[in-house]
């Protein structure tokens, strides 16, 4: 578990990956998938329970399409207690993802634009997506009971990664509060399309650049399986 960005604060944000369906090789392999176990019942809670969204009925749980064994995720938790307080989802827009549930796809809002993914409409963007290496796409930003900061400090940590691997748009899928969030971070959002949804449930998509390194700090940031730091650019790993 190598040091990544290192923030004081009682909370630390971890790049965690789909759990690898096998017993963990190890104490740090055992809390990723305690993590990501932990984001996902979070998830359930809101997007499925709390805002009615369909889920895959076997699993019963928020699980979808794009929770792929090449999606990452920044998760903030308490380390003493393990107790996830949000977390996100990152996505690389060049690739072609092969699901838990064995299903190929590209990325959220791309198979949105392409007619493909139920539930989103294809006018979510004015034109075509991306598929860039050097672009990313984040979604399934929850935060749960905590500090407002948490979503914050997802979305600096996230900043943080993709900073070093080069990357140089991130593309974002939620809510209108959402672009006025990261608007107040610094950011310079640009939608990518309309508002879209129902009054009650609306969103949109939208561009950002992604920024140097946050100074001011959010969490400290950590990589917790071997395939993260076999999988990526390893400047990000010297700690």
């Not at 990501?36 to 709390?50: G, H």
């Not at 939620?174 to 879209?196: D, E, H, I, L, S």
Request: proline letters at 7%; glycine letters at 6%.
């Amino acid at each position: 578990m190598t040091n990544i960005t290192r923030i004081p604060m009682s909370y630390v944000c971890s790049i965690v990956t789909v759990p690898a369906g096998r017993m963990p090789a190890s104490t740090a392999e055992e809390l990723n998938n305690d993590l990501f176990a932990k984001y996902m019942d979070l998830r359930t809670r809101v997007f499925t329970n709390e805002k009615g969204w369909d889920v895959w009925l076997p699993t019963k749980n928020d699980l979808d399409s794009y929770d792929c064994f090449d999606a990452l995720y920044i998760i903030a938790y308490e380390p003493r207690s393990n107790r996830v307080l949000g977390g996100a989802r990152l996505v690389c827009t060049d690739r072609v993802h092969k699901s838990p549930r064995n299903q190929s796809s590209t990325y959220m809002i791309n198979d949105a634009f392409k007619g493909v993914l139920k539930g989103l409409p294809t006018n979510i963007c004015d034109s075509q997506p991306p598929q860039d290496e050097n672009v990313w796409e984040l979604t399934r930003l929850v935060v749960g009971d905590a500090d407002p900061s948490v979503a914050r400090s997802v979305l600096k940590a996230s900043n943080d990664f993709l900073h070093a691997q080069k990357a140089t748009k991130c593309l974002f899928l939620g809510p209108r509060a959402f672009m006025r969030m990261a608007k107040g971070m610094g950011y310079t959002p640009v939608p990518m399309g309309p508002v879209v949804g129902t009054p009650g449930d609306s969103f949109l998509a939208f561009e950002t650049e992604v920024l140097p390194p946050f100074e001011d700090g959010s969490t400290d940031l950590y990589a917790l399986t071997d395939y993260i730091s076999n999988s990526f650019n390893k400047v990000l790993f010297n700690g």
